[in-house]
């Protein structure tokens, strides 16, 4: 093999390992991407349950003050549209974070 055929060959070589590099990278960065996507949902999942909590909180307070109940009940209507909307972001956390947990295993 002569000396320009061996540079060739190493040439070609090293843009099959660059390219193979450059596909993994491509591959590892759209995974991180897409983690970061999955913690980004689940942090704002949980600032709509914090919303949802102090909604439900004032809800409680509003009984007890403005409407003059002594208890209240999770089926009633106010308390329940609110608890189900907790229980939906609830879910969808609990969802989000397995994806998470499947990618980063």
Do not use: C, H, P
């Not at 397995?98 to 295993?105: T, V, Y």
């Amino acid at each position: 093999m002569t000396f320009s055929e061996r540079m060739k060959d190493l040439l070609e070589q090293g843009w099959a390992v660059t390219k193979e590099a450059a596909v993994k990278a491509g591959a590892k960065a759209q995974d991180l991407g897409e983690r970061g996507l999955l913690m980004w949902d689940i942090k704002q999942l949980e600032n709509q349950a914090q919303k949802q909590l102090a909604r439900l909180g004032t809800e409680v307070f509003l009984f007890f003050t403005e409407k003059g109940q002594t208890t209240v009940q999770s089926d009633t209507a106010e308390i329940k549209t609110i608890l189900d909307e907790i229980a939906k972001i609830k879910d969808g956390i609990e969802r989000k974070e397995a994806e998470l947990k499947l990618r980063k295993g």
